[in-house]
Structures are given as structure tokens and as C-alpha cells.
């Protein structure tokens, strides 16, 4: 498959070069030279050598051999021509690759155009922001007029139907509009627009794609641009998220490149056996199925991890990403957003003719936080462990030569074609990756094409996207003893020889094939030779996708219009494992095992919304009416089993006994109609309110088989309100919301009548559950308050909000007596509470060709377990069921405390003064309690700082990133130390023993082998700091290149240094994406730090 899309790539570069070969170069081309007497034609030949235009003339009137001084740097054609034209009475005029040079006819003119003045000419210009880089796409218009053009890449624009006196308005989202009175159209005109951070008259697109004013959100929506997510790149975008945006926890999985990333916005709000905290992904208004492939990886033996969905995507395509962490902004979306939404508005073509991009980004990687061990001291004999005598010579063993480098590269090819009536945008890009692991690797290919298009006088607009996606990716381990080389390779005695183990397999005579070596036995730890874990029980997932979407939007009348739209997103995945002959007998029988299975995902959605928006006087309406309608469904089927006669033959036709797995297909749907409606005055204090109701198929046959929900909120732009000078204060506005959305478990067969039953081995598995019929949807209810102030000429800007949601009706499973057929029944009840506060704060500072921003995030949340079940009544025999702690997934959940508590359940034994107690032979004694809190894996609250510093055509960017308290636990710790080969075990042993009761305890081995049991005495303080990204780049000046090619070096850096760290592994590594199972460390992989090199073309 990779030969066949290396052949897309070459034949799109193809496709690509003729389509830039077949284009116009009119209004492309730029001139640099300096020069001083200059004759007019010697001029003339230099604009040909450099623009490629052909300029055409007669020398009876034009005068060549005129004497000029010129400096251009990268001038616009128009400006050339206008001071090579300058008082001569002669005009030009541009098509195709020619200009034409003639004399001014002042008596074609008619009697509406009595002067020079009403002489229609091109107007020419380049608009840049206030750090001097020019803004393509801005909007530069006639006042008064249907007269308009957007700039270019360069931030250039030709407006040939503009005169004298005329009102250009040049407009771009995020700066201040600005009007320029046209004097003369003899030079080019050149503007720069000042940041409005307050965006007062910007639109930006919210829930649904639907486009409202920034000022009259009643929540915040933090927007991150393209070169956020690119300037440091990630094979899972979502990392690139972290530190950027308040009120957003960001978990990178420890798969490493390409794995799953946990995002949770405003803290846990479920905590059911179906517990669901993801966000909801939408692409341009269309919401995004993001499925997780691999294993679960909780628990002590855990499990290979993998991808997801959202990784698919290729931040190249995006225009930019929306954050939305409450659920008043995304309540239109329904139930799948009351986790909070990442909304992706993707790439159009360009406006202006024919460009070509093309980047790569090559990183190399290796291990950031690693455990410390010791080369000191060895192993007794017949012993794993490493608690002999000290040795001769320090061993020269370390486990981190085990170890690649690791590389990733990421190539991205995109070009973009169109006018003002039709764009067309296309990309291909590659994501290839090894990891540090042995055998783990990645490999992703998309490609992608969408069309925008204008009919019938802008009456009908239509978008068009298609995009496929093939993804491979191998071996990606994450924690826990099964399927990972990290506990043998950690725990190896120190005076063993490891080279022998790097020959993992050794040919048997009597099985006539290779057979693992290992003479260490498991160790009651799933051990095997980690060689063999890496390279003979392999792990492979595969996934196809494509996506169809489409979007037709009729303008009715002015303000008024209906838009209809749909996506087709299809998944296509196979997972396999193969198992040599010789593994660990646990895993497999004598001649190995295999295993395969494939997953369907079909999601279809469509939606009708219907807008209304008009201005009467001082009040402004904003309506908005709708349907959606999505239907997902999912087929999974496989086969599993030993291999029979034939050693290491992976196929079906060789398993010894088939287990078969049939899942019936997984179908649900939702209906849903929707509505909004938006009330302004005066531009300064608006009033909004949404209602959606939906129809789940997972509640048919229920007592709610639908649901709604509201929400309400208010802004107020209090500085205009009460006209406060913008020199005291720039910007001041209010907030508040109030919503209500509901969350219908993705559960299937709860309700009666729906119940299905899995195949497995032939045999019909039954459903022992009792039938649930009260079922609703769980809901979540928050209040939310906010401040946003902008200071010295926006320069400061202050972003705060304050929130407090309570989340009710979690469902729990209670237990029934065998004699009612049924092992038990669900109940729904309980309250989980999350409040907390988001604040952002931004500084921008410009001085000549030096600009400055500095940004600051804010995150705190706190999480409680108001209550779980209180006398619920059992459905059987009326009996009250009650629960008030809930172990899930090896994480204990109590009521009173916080989802992602640590407890423990032994401690030392102390005597009356508060002494550990000691034995006379020198023994401790444990005593098991009840669960006792020791703290939790949640922070206090998080920081994020990013730096942007530009000067002329070099950029620096660096962000420092604290997590501030909570605890972790590391039970990779508590083992090398009960193993004898941590560097602290060592020092003990250099020491002579450990401090206990105010004295020494000489019996290092006996006390590490007893507390390793503990969790007290391997929790750590989860607080860090750390360099998280650094960028530097170089944007080559475009005349050295003959200002026909735009080049960017840089360089980068990923995870460079921890400030502060006092944990023995990374804090903000999770080896699981799922609710559960945080902030514990069992044998996970190591986080990864990255350095790379990045290149940009630009045609």
C-alpha cells in the first residue's frame, strides 16, 4: 500500500506543477533591485527577467531612454509600473502575462468623468498586521460599492476599478476594520491593521458552524491557529493542545507516537460501569466519531494500547481549532458534547490564483523521564534479585541501551487554486514514525480535497470534502506486566551478562525451529526475554477511512437562509496478534497462538438549519432552526486460538480450536431538532437562549425515551455600555449562562426489548442484567460567570470564568440473588460536582521590527463525589440498595471524595509513641485498615506560559508548562527498589542503612522488600515544571530566491528540560485514556523528549 501512495503523491506533484504551469502570473510578480540612474528600458528588462511579464509599447510615445533612481524590495508589479509611468501621461493595462503600455485618452471620457480625478485606474497595495507579516485573505472593498478583493499570501491586492476619493474598507477578522481615502493610484498603498483582541465586530463560527458575533457569546471560546499546532509537531495533534487553552486537562499515552490522548475539560463528570469523559470532536460543524483501537491498559497486567480516531486528521488541513470547555457553547450539538467540544474548521482553497506548500518535520526521540538504577551491587547466586555484595568492578548493564532512538517524520504537500467564485484546496501528507521501543511503529498517509463554490450571483454556496486516511501502526506498549519488555529489562540482575539475552531465540534441534531464550523463569511477573516480547508476539492494527461531507447553503434574502448538510465517515479496522511458538505458556500453547479481528464503524450524518438574522434600528435578531439526524453502526467479528499442527503458520486454517467472536451489529441512532435565538441592543448587551430535543435509540422502550435541553445566557460589553473611554480602559464585558445537557449512556440492551445477545464459540452468551426500564439520560447542569478586560489599547488582556456543574442520574449495578434469574440490576442515581475557574492572560507589545506576546493560562478544578446511592429500591424485592464506594478498573471511587483518589488498605504497624514497630529479630508488622485516602492523582491547578518573540524574519517560541500538586503512585518504583536495583536502594546500602525511629536500620533488603507492598511509602508529589516546546525559525528573504519561492528553516524541541520534578516517572503521562487508572505508574513507558528540523517551501 505505501508504493501505491507514494504513487498519489508523485502523480498529484504532477497533476500540481501543470495546473501552476496553465496559470496566469498577472498579479504575482515582484521586483527587487536598487539601483541609482537607471534608464527606463534597461528597467523595462529587468521587470521582464524577474516577473516574467512581457511589456509591450511604442517608443513614439514612451520615452526609454528616461533616467530613474529606484529601490524595491520585493515591489509589487503595480508599484514598478506606477513609478516607471510616473507624470509620462501613459496608463498600463495587465492580462494574461503581458502589459500594455499606451497613452491616457482624456476624450473618450465621458461627461460624468470631467477630470483625472474620476479616472477609473488600478489601485494596488499590500496589507500587514502590526508586526509587520502580511494578512492573506484580508477583505479590501469601494465604500459604497459591491467592489472588492481579498489579499494574497504576500498580503497583496489589485483593485482595477477603484479612482481618486474613493473609500477603500479593508476588513480581516481580529483587527480593527479600517478606511483609507485613495489620493493616488500613481504608488501602491500600504496598510497595517491593528489588533482588536477583543474581536468586537468579529465572527466566529460556534456550535453547528452556525457564525455569531465574538461579543455576543455569554461563554468563552479560546482559538487556536494553525501554526499553534505545527510549529512543534505531534503525530496526535491533541498534544499540541496542552498548556494553550484554560480549563483543558491534557494526558499524553504512554504508546508514544501516533497513541490515544486524554482530554477532560472541567474535571470527571461520569463515573458509571459506561462512564464516558471524552470531548466531542467536530469538523466544520459536523461532529467527529473518535474511536479508540488497542486494548485496555488498566490494571496491574494491562494491555497493548493503541490510536484513535481524532489522530487521523492532519493539523495541515486545519484553518484553525475552537475550544469550547462549557457546555452552554455546545448545547446544539446535543448529548455528545456535554463533555465540551474541539471544533476544527478546516483549510479552503485560495482566492487568489495557484499556490503550492510543501513542510517536513524530522524528529528524533528518546526517553525524558527515567528511574535511576544502580550498578554497584549484584546478585546472590540462583537469585533474580540484585541483593548480593558489592561488586568488584560496577557493572556496566543499562537498561536504556535496550532503547532506539526514535524518529518521526511528518511531510505535508498542499496546494490551493480558485477566484472569487470557486476554490479548490488539496493536501497529501505522511506521518511516519519508529519508536524508541524495539518494532513499535507508525505509519499514516492521508489525502484530501475540498471545493467551495459560489452560484447564481452568491445565492448558493456549496462545500464539497472528501478525505482518506490509511493507518499502521505496531507494537504499541504501554504498561502493566503483560506484553512488556520494560519488567525484565528493569529488574535483570546487575552482575548478570545481558549480552547473552540479546540473542532472544536460540535454534531447537528437537522442535526444528527458533525457541525463545529466557532462563529466568517469570518471576511471578509474566517475565520473558524482552527481545522476544518486541520482535515474536506481535501486535498490529490496521484501519482504512474515508470521509464524504457536503454542504449547500441558499441565501433566500438578505439574512435569511437554509442550509442543508451531511458526512459519510467510514472505518475499516483489522487487529492482529501472533504469538511464536515458545512464549510464556500463559499466553501461549506449545505452537503459538493468533489471533484476528476486524471492526466496521459506519456513521452517517445529515442536518437542515434554518438562519435569520436582521438589524431593526438598535435591536438586532439572530434565529436559528434545525433537525440532525446520525446514525452510527458497528460490526465486529473475529477468530482466536492456539495453532494447531504447524508451528508459527499464522492462519485461521491452523488454529486448534476456534473461538469465534460475533458481535451482533452495534446500531444507534439520534434524532434531534434544535433552536436558538439571539437578542441584541445596541451592540452591547445581548441575550441568547438554545433547546434541542433528541430521541436516543438506546432509551427506546424507556420512561424517557426523549429528552431536552436548555440553555440561557447573557454578555454585556459594559465599556460601551456606559462609554468609558478606550484610554482608561480598552474593553470590559459580562458574562453568564446557565445549561442543562443530557448524556444517554452508550450502553446497549438496557432498556426491555432491545436486549441482544453476543456469539462466542458458537454458544449464545446470555444477558443476565435485569432489564432496566426508568432509564434516562444522565444530565449535567452548570452555572457559569465570566470577565473579559482589555487594558492600555488592548495591549492586556484578562480572560477569567468561574463555573460549578453538578452531574446527576450515574448509573451503578447492583448485585440479586441467584434465585431471581438475574445477577443483577442497574440503578440511576448519584451526583458528581466539578467547580472550578478558567482565567487567560495575554500581553502584546511591538516596538519597530521587534514584536513581543506573552500568554498565560490558568486552569483549576475541583471534583467531589457528592453521592452515589441512597437507599435505592432493588427492582425484585423492594429492598434499599445503598453504595458508597465502587472499585473500577483497580481505582476506588467514595462518596464524599474525588474521582481519581488514591487509597491504601496496609500500613506499618507503630507502637504507642507513633513508632514503627520493629521486632526484636528485626521484622516489621503490617496492619490492614479500612481504604484511608492518601491523596489524589488530580492538581491543584495547572499553568501554562508560551513566549512569541519576532524579529525581522526570525521567530522564537517557547512555552513552560506547570502541573501544580495532586500525588502519583510508582509501583515501577516500589518493585526496583524490592528488586535491589534502584540508586536509592544503593546509597542505603553505601550508608549502612536507613534512618527508622531516629537510628539506623542496617537490614536494607528486609525494609524495601515490606514497604514495596505499601502504597504510603511510593506516592509521590505529582508538581512539575518543564520546557515543554521551543521553536526557532528563519524565514529566508524572498529576493534571494528570486521572489518567486518563500523559504522557512526552524528548529524544535519537545519535552528539553524538567525544572522541577520530584516523581520517579513523568506525572503527566497516563498508560490509560480511559476515566480510570490515573496517576499510576506500573512498568509504563517513558515520556518522550524530541528534537527536530522543519522545513517550509512556499509557491
Given at each position: 500500500m505505501r508504493l501505491n501512495v507514494f504513487k498519489l503523491a508523485?502523480?498529484?506533484?504532477?497533476?500540481?506543477?501543470?495546473?501552476?504551469?496553465?496559470?496566469?502570473?498577472?498579479?504575482?510578480?515582484?521586483?527587487?533591485l536598487k539601483k541609482q540612474k537607471i534608464r527606463a528600458s534597461e528597467l523595462i528588462k529587468i521587470i521582464n527577467k524577474q516577473t516574467g511579464y512581457n511589456i509591450l509599447y511604442s517608443n513614439q510615445i514612451f520615452n526609454d531612454k528616461k533616467i530613474l533612481n529606484v529601490e524595491f524590495d520585493e515591489a509589487d508589479i503595480h508599484k514598478v509600473m506606477s513609478i516607471l509611468l510616473d507624470q509620462s501621461g501613459l496608463q498600463y493595462k495587465i492580462r494574461d502575462n503581458t502589459i500594455l503600455i499606451n497613452q491616457i485618452n482624456h476624450n473618450e471620457e465621458t461627461s460624468s468623468f470631467k477630470n483625472a480625478n474620476s479616472f477609473q485606474q488600478i489601485v494596488s497595495g499590500k496589507i500587514s498586521n502590526d508586526k509587520g507579516e502580511p494578512l492573506q485573505g484580508a477583505s479590501v472593498s469601494i465604500k459604497g460599492t459591491s467592489i472588492g478583493i481579498s489579499t494574497d499570501a504576500e498580503g497583496r491586492f489589485t483593485l482595477a476599478q477603484a479612482k481618486v476619493n474613493d473609500v477603500l474598507e479593508i476588513r480581516f477578522v481580529g483587527y480593527q476594520t479600517k478606511s483609507y481615502t485613495i489620493t493616488s493610484t500613481a504608488h501602491p498603498v500600504e496598510l497595517s491593521l491593528t489588533a482588536d483582541d477583543n474581536l468586537l465586530d468579529a465572527v466566529v463560527v460556534t456550535a453547528l458552524g452556525i457564525k455569531r458575533q465574538a461579543k455576543a457569546l455569554n461563554y468563552e471560546v479560546q482559538t487556536l491557529k494553525r501554526d499553534d499546532l505545527t510549529a512543534v509537531q505531534s503525530a496526535n495533534f491533541t498534544n499540541s493542545l496542552n498548556g494553550k487553552v484554560a480549563g483543558v486537562n491534557i494526558n499524553a499515552s504512554a504508546s508514544g507516537i501516533g497513541g490515544s490522548t486524554r482530554v477532560v475539560m472541567r474535571g470527571v463528570k461520569s463515573i458509571s460501569q459506561f462512564a464516558n469523559n471524552n470531548v466531542l470532536y467536530v469538523i466544520d460543524g459536523v461532529p467527529l466519531l473518535n474511536k479508540s483501537s488497542g486494548g485496555s491498559s488498566t490494571g496491574v497486567f494491562g494491555d497493548i494500547a493503541g490510536t484513535e480516531s481524532i489522530a487521523d486528521m492532519n493539523p495541515d488541513d486545519f484553518e484553525s481549532v475552537s475550544v469550547l470547555t462549557g457546555p452552554a457553547g455546545a448545547a446544539l450539538y446535543g448529548n455528545a458534547a456535554a463533555n465540551g467540544v474541539i471544533l476544527i474548521t478546516t483549510r479552503k482553497g485560495s482566492k487568489e490564483g495557484f499556490k503550492l506548500n510543501y513542510s517536513n518535520n524530522t524528529s528524533v526521540m528518546s526517553p525524558f523521564v527515567k528511574p535511576e538504577f544502580q550498578t554497584t551491587y549484584g546478585n546472590r547466586v540462583g537469585e533474580y534479585e540484585s541483593w548480593?555484595?558489592?561488586?568488584?568492578?560496577?557493572?556496566t548493564y543499562d537498561p536504556f541501551e535496550f532503547f532506539n532512538t526514535g524518529v518521526q517524520q511528518i511531510n505535508s504537500l498542499n496546494s490551493s487554486i480558485g477566484n472569487e467564485k470557486q476554490q479548490t484546496f488539496i493536501s497529501f501528507s505522511s506521518t511516519n514514525g519508529k519508536g524508541v521501543i524495539p518494532n513499535n511503529k507508525y505509519n499514516r498517509y492521508n489525502f484530501s480535497l475540498k471545493n467551495s463554490a459560489s452560484f447564481l450571483n452568491d445565492k448558493v454556496t456549496t462545500d464539497f470534502s472528501a478525505s482518506y486516511v490509511k493507518q499502521a501502526d505496531q507494537?504499541?506498549?504501554s504498561q502493566g506486566q503483560y506484553f512488556n519488555p520494560l519488567v525484565s529489562l528493569y529488574l535483570f540482575p546487575r552482575n548478570d551478562d545481558f549480552d547473552a539475552i540479546r540473542y532472544y531465540e536460540r535454534y531447537s534441534v528437537s522442535n526444528n525451529y527458533f525457541t525463545q531464550y529466557w532462563p529466568y523463569g517469570d518471576q511471578s511477573l509474566q517475565m520473558q526475554n524482552p527481545y522476544w516480547i518486541t520482535n515474536r508476539m506481535l501486535f498490529q492494527n490496521t484501519r482504512n477511512r474515508y470521509m464524504i461531507s457536503g454542504n449547500v447553503t441558499y441565501n433566500i434574502a438578505q439574512g435569511i437562509s437554509v442550509s442543508a448538510r451531511g458526512r459519510i465517515?467510514?472505518?475499516?479496522?483489522?487487529?492482529?496478534?501472533?504469538?511464536?511458538?515458545?512464549?510464556?505458556?500463559?499466553?501461549?500453547?506449545?505452537?503459538g497462538y493468533y489471533s484476528w479481528a476486524n471492526q466496521k464503524v459506519l456513521q452517517t450524518y445529515t442536518d437542515v438549519i434554518g438562519t435569520f438574522n436582521r438589524k431593526y434600528?438598535?435591536?438586532?435578531?439572530?434565529?436559528?432552526?434545525?433537525?440532525?439526524?446520525v446514525k452510527e453502526k458497528t460490526t465486529t467479528d473475529g477468530v482466536s486460538g492456539h495453532l494447531a499442527t504447524v508451528p508459527n503458520l499464522f492462519s485461521i486454517r491452523n488454529i486448534n480450536v476456534f473461538n469465534t467472536l460475533v458481535t451482533p451489529f452495534d446500531n444507534k441512532a439520534t434524532i434531534g431538532v434544535f433552536g436558538s435565538a439571539e437578542i441584541g441592543y445596541k451592540d452591547y448587551i445581548f441575550l441568547s437562549a438554545t433547546g434541542r430535543q433528541d430521541w436516543s435509540s438506546r432509551q427506546v422502550n424507556s420512561t424517557e425515551e426523549s429528552f431536552f435541553y436548555p440553555s440561557v445566557g447573557v454578555s454585556a460589553i459594559l465599556s460601551d455600555m456606559f462609554q468609558i473611554p478606550k484610554s482608561t480602559l480598552s474593553y470590559l464585558e459580562v458574562r453568564a449562562n446557565y445549561s442543562s445537557v443530557g448524556l444517554p449512556l452508550d450502553a446497549l440492551g438496557i432498556t426491555p426489548g432491545t436486549v441482544t445477545y453476543p456469539i462466542n464459540n458458537g454458544s449464545v452468551t446470555p444477558i443476565t442484567i435485569y432489564p432496566f426500564p426508568n432509564f434516562k439520560a444522565q444530565r449535567t447542569k452548570t452555572y457559569e460567570a465570566g470577565v473579559n478586560v482589555k487594558l492600555f489599547e488592548n495591549k492586556l488582556g484578562l480572560d477569567v470564568t468561574l463555573y460549578k456543574s453538578n452531574t446527576y442520574d450515574q448509573l451503578f449495578l447492583g448485585t440479586l440473588p441467584g434465585g431471581t434469574g438475574y445477577s443483577g440490576f442497574y440503578a440511576q442515581v448519584g451526583n458528581i460536582g466539578n467547580k472550578g475557574i478558567e482565567a487567560s492572560l495575554t500581553y502584546n507589545l511591538k516596538h519597530n521590527d521587534l514584536s513581543y506576546g506573552t500568554g498565560l493560562t490558568y486552569t483549576l478544578n475541583r471534583n467531589k463525589v457528592i453521592e452515589m446511592v441512597r437507599d435505592y429500591p432493588n427492582p425484585v424485592d423492594g429492598?434499599?440498595?445503598n453504595l458508597t464506594e465502587l472499585t473500577v478498573d483497580g481505582s476506588l471511587i467514595r462518596e464524599g471524595g474525588q474521582v481519581g483518589d488514591i487509597y491504601t488498605r496496609s500500613f506499618l504497624a507503630t507502637d504507642q509513641n507513633g513508632k514503627i514497630y520493629i521486632d526484636p529479630a528485626g521484622n516489621f508488622s503490617i496492619v490492614n485498615v479500612d481504604n484511608v485516602r492518601l491523596g489524589t492523582v488530580n492538581p491543584d491547578y495547572t499553568l501554562g506560559w508560551r513566549n512569541d518573540i519576532a524579529y525581522k524574519n526570525f521567530n522564537l517560541g517557547f512555552m513552560v508548562f506547570a502541573r501544580v500538586g495532586g500525588i502519583v503512585l510508582s509501583q515501577t518504583q516500589a518493585l526496583l527498589d524490592q528488586y535491589g536495583v534502584s540508586k536509592k536502594s544503593a546509597v542505603d546500602r553505601d550508608k549502612g542503612g536507613i534512618m527508622i525511629n531516629g537510628g539506623l536500620y542496617s537490614d536494607v533488603e528486609n525494609y524495601y522488600k515490606t514497604v514495596a507492598q505499601l502504597e504510603a511509602f511510593n506516592t509521590y508529589d505529582a508538581t512539575n515544571v518543564r520546557l515543554q516546546e521551543v521553536s526557532l525559525s528563519y524565514r529566508l528573504p524572498k529576493k534571494l530566491l528570486n521572489n518567486r519561492i518563500g523559504l522557512t528553516f526552524s528548529v524544535t524541541g519537545n519535552n528539553l528540560l524538567m525544572l522541577y520534578n520530584k516523581a520517579p516517572f513523568d506525572p503527566q503521562l497516563t498508560g490509560s485514556t480511559g476515566t480510570f487508572y490515573q496517576g499510576i505508574d506500573y512498568f509504563m513507558m517513558p515520556s518522550l523528549r524530541s528534537f527536530g528540523f522543519g522545513l517550509k517551501i512556499q509557491l
Amino acid at each position: 500500500m505505501r508504493l501505491n501512495v507514494f504513487k498519489l503523491a508523485r502523480a498529484m506533484c504532477v497533476a500540481l506543477m501543470v495546473t501552476y504551469c496553465s496559470i496566469s502570473a498577472a498579479g504575482q510578480g515582484v521586483v527587487t533591485l536598487k539601483k541609482q540612474k537607471i534608464r527606463a528600458s534597461e528597467l523595462i528588462k529587468i521587470i521582464n527577467k524577474q516577473t516574467g511579464y512581457n511589456i509591450l509599447y511604442s517608443n513614439q510615445i514612451f520615452n526609454d531612454k528616461k533616467i530613474l533612481n529606484v529601490e524595491f524590495d520585493e515591489a509589487d508589479i503595480h508599484k514598478v509600473m506606477s513609478i516607471l509611468l510616473d507624470q509620462s501621461g501613459l496608463q498600463y493595462k495587465i492580462r494574461d502575462n503581458t502589459i500594455l503600455i499606451n497613452q491616457i485618452n482624456h476624450n473618450e471620457e465621458t461627461s460624468s468623468f470631467k477630470n483625472a480625478n474620476s479616472f477609473q485606474q488600478i489601485v494596488s497595495g499590500k496589507i500587514s498586521n502590526d508586526k509587520g507579516e502580511p494578512l492573506q485573505g484580508a477583505s479590501v472593498s469601494i465604500k459604497g460599492t459591491s467592489i472588492g478583493i481579498s489579499t494574497d499570501a504576500e498580503g497583496r491586492f489589485t483593485l482595477a476599478q477603484a479612482k481618486v476619493n474613493d473609500v477603500l474598507e479593508i476588513r480581516f477578522v481580529g483587527y480593527q476594520t479600517k478606511s483609507y481615502t485613495i489620493t493616488s493610484t500613481a504608488h501602491p498603498v500600504e496598510l497595517s491593521l491593528t489588533a482588536d483582541d477583543n474581536l468586537l465586530d468579529a465572527v466566529v463560527v460556534t456550535a453547528l458552524g452556525i457564525k455569531r458575533q465574538a461579543k455576543a457569546l455569554n461563554y468563552e471560546v479560546q482559538t487556536l491557529k494553525r501554526d499553534d499546532l505545527t510549529a512543534v509537531q505531534s503525530a496526535n495533534f491533541t498534544n499540541s493542545l496542552n498548556g494553550k487553552v484554560a480549563g483543558v486537562n491534557i494526558n499524553a499515552s504512554a504508546s508514544g507516537i501516533g497513541g490515544s490522548t486524554r482530554v477532560v475539560m472541567r474535571g470527571v463528570k461520569s463515573i458509571s460501569q459506561f462512564a464516558n469523559n471524552n470531548v466531542l470532536y467536530v469538523i466544520d460543524g459536523v461532529p467527529l466519531l473518535n474511536k479508540s483501537s488497542g486494548g485496555s491498559s488498566t490494571g496491574v497486567f494491562g494491555d497493548i494500547a493503541g490510536t484513535e480516531s481524532i489522530a487521523d486528521m492532519n493539523p495541515d488541513d486545519f484553518e484553525s481549532v475552537s475550544v469550547l470547555t462549557g457546555p452552554a457553547g455546545a448545547a446544539l450539538y446535543g448529548n455528545a458534547a456535554a463533555n465540551g467540544v474541539i471544533l476544527i474548521t478546516t483549510r479552503k482553497g485560495s482566492k487568489e490564483g495557484f499556490k503550492l506548500n510543501y513542510s517536513n518535520n524530522t524528529s528524533v526521540m528518546s526517553p525524558f523521564v527515567k528511574p535511576e538504577f544502580q550498578t554497584t551491587y549484584g546478585n546472590r547466586v540462583g537469585e533474580y534479585e540484585s541483593w548480593g555484595s558489592r561488586l568488584v568492578e560496577p557493572s556496566t548493564y543499562d537498561p536504556f541501551e535496550f532503547f532506539n532512538t526514535g524518529v518521526q517524520q511528518i511531510n505535508s504537500l498542499n496546494s490551493s487554486i480558485g477566484n472569487e467564485k470557486q476554490q479548490t484546496f488539496i493536501s497529501f501528507s505522511s506521518t511516519n514514525g519508529k519508536g524508541v521501543i524495539p518494532n513499535n511503529k507508525y505509519n499514516r498517509y492521508n489525502f484530501s480535497l475540498k471545493n467551495s463554490a459560489s452560484f447564481l450571483n452568491d445565492k448558493v454556496t456549496t462545500d464539497f470534502s472528501a478525505s482518506y486516511v490509511k493507518q499502521a501502526d505496531q507494537n504499541m506498549a504501554s504498561q502493566g506486566q503483560y506484553f512488556n519488555p520494560l519488567v525484565s529489562l528493569y529488574l535483570f540482575p546487575r552482575n548478570d551478562d545481558f549480552d547473552a539475552i540479546r540473542y532472544y531465540e536460540r535454534y531447537s534441534v528437537s522442535n526444528n525451529y527458533f525457541t525463545q531464550y529466557w532462563p529466568y523463569g517469570d518471576q511471578s511477573l509474566q517475565m520473558q526475554n524482552p527481545y522476544w516480547i518486541t520482535n515474536r508476539m506481535l501486535f498490529q492494527n490496521t484501519r482504512n477511512r474515508y470521509m464524504i461531507s457536503g454542504n449547500v447553503t441558499y441565501n433566500i434574502a438578505q439574512g435569511i437562509s437554509v442550509s442543508a448538510r451531511g458526512r459519510i465517515d467510514n472505518t475499516d479496522g483489522d487487529v492482529t496478534r501472533k504469538y511464536y511458538a515458545s512464549t510464556a505458556p500463559n499466553f501461549a500453547k506449545a505452537n503459538g497462538y493468533y489471533s484476528w479481528a476486524n471492526q466496521k464503524v459506519l456513521q452517517t450524518y445529515t442536518d437542515v438549519i434554518g438562519t435569520f438574522n436582521r438589524k431593526y434600528n438598535d435591536v438586532s435578531v439572530n434565529l436559528n432552526l434545525g433537525s440532525s439526524y446520525v446514525k452510527e453502526k458497528t460490526t465486529t467479528d473475529g477468530v482466536s486460538g492456539h495453532l494447531a499442527t504447524v508451528p508459527n503458520l499464522f492462519s485461521i486454517r491452523n488454529i486448534n480450536v476456534f473461538n469465534t467472536l460475533v458481535t451482533p451489529f452495534d446500531n444507534k441512532a439520534t434524532i434531534g431538532v434544535f433552536g436558538s435565538a439571539e437578542i441584541g441592543y445596541k451592540d452591547y448587551i445581548f441575550l441568547s437562549a438554545t433547546g434541542r430535543q433528541d430521541w436516543s435509540s438506546r432509551q427506546v422502550n424507556s420512561t424517557e425515551e426523549s429528552f431536552f435541553y436548555p440553555s440561557v445566557g447573557v454578555s454585556a460589553i459594559l465599556s460601551d455600555m456606559f462609554q468609558i473611554p478606550k484610554s482608561t480602559l480598552s474593553y470590559l464585558e459580562v458574562r453568564a449562562n446557565y445549561s442543562s445537557v443530557g448524556l444517554p449512556l452508550d450502553a446497549l440492551g438496557i432498556t426491555p426489548g432491545t436486549v441482544t445477545y453476543p456469539i462466542n464459540n458458537g454458544s449464545v452468551t446470555p444477558i443476565t442484567i435485569y432489564p432496566f426500564p426508568n432509564f434516562k439520560a444522565q444530565r449535567t447542569k452548570t452555572y457559569e460567570a465570566g470577565v473579559n478586560v482589555k487594558l492600555f489599547e488592548n495591549k492586556l488582556g484578562l480572560d477569567v470564568t468561574l463555573y460549578k456543574s453538578n452531574t446527576y442520574d450515574q448509573l451503578f449495578l447492583g448485585t440479586l440473588p441467584g434465585g431471581t434469574g438475574y445477577s443483577g440490576f442497574y440503578a440511576q442515581v448519584g451526583n458528581i460536582g466539578n467547580k472550578g475557574i478558567e482565567a487567560s492572560l495575554t500581553y502584546n507589545l511591538k516596538h519597530n521590527d521587534l514584536s513581543y506576546g506573552t500568554g498565560l493560562t490558568y486552569t483549576l478544578n475541583r471534583n467531589k463525589v457528592i453521592e452515589m446511592v441512597r437507599d435505592y429500591p432493588n427492582p425484585v424485592d423492594g429492598t434499599s440498595f445503598n453504595l458508597t464506594e465502587l472499585t473500577v478498573d483497580g481505582s476506588l471511587i467514595r462518596e464524599g471524595g474525588q474521582v481519581g483518589d488514591i487509597y491504601t488498605r496496609s500500613f506499618l504497624a507503630t507502637d504507642q509513641n507513633g513508632k514503627i514497630y520493629i521486632d526484636p529479630a528485626g521484622n516489621f508488622s503490617i496492619v490492614n485498615v479500612d481504604n484511608v485516602r492518601l491523596g489524589t492523582v488530580n492538581p491543584d491547578y495547572t499553568l501554562g506560559w508560551r513566549n512569541d518573540i519576532a524579529y525581522k524574519n526570525f521567530n522564537l517560541g517557547f512555552m513552560v508548562f506547570a502541573r501544580v500538586g495532586g500525588i502519583v503512585l510508582s509501583q515501577t518504583q516500589a518493585l526496583l527498589d524490592q528488586y535491589g536495583v534502584s540508586k536509592k536502594s544503593a546509597v542505603d546500602r553505601d550508608k549502612g542503612g536507613i534512618m527508622i525511629n531516629g537510628g539506623l536500620y542496617s537490614d536494607v533488603e528486609n525494609y524495601y522488600k515490606t514497604v514495596a507492598q505499601l502504597e504510603a511509602f511510593n506516592t509521590y508529589d505529582a508538581t512539575n515544571v518543564r520546557l515543554q516546546e521551543v521553536s526557532l525559525s528563519y524565514r529566508l528573504p524572498k529576493k534571494l530566491l528570486n521572489n518567486r519561492i518563500g523559504l522557512t528553516f526552524s528548529v524544535t524541541g519537545n519535552n528539553l528540560l524538567m525544572l522541577y520534578n520530584k516523581a520517579p516517572f513523568d506525572p503527566q503521562l497516563t498508560g490509560s485514556t480511559g476515566t480510570f487508572y490515573q496517576g499510576i505508574d506500573y512498568f509504563m513507558m517513558p515520556s518522550l523528549r524530541s528534537f527536530g528540523f522543519g522545513l517550509k517551501i512556499q509557491l
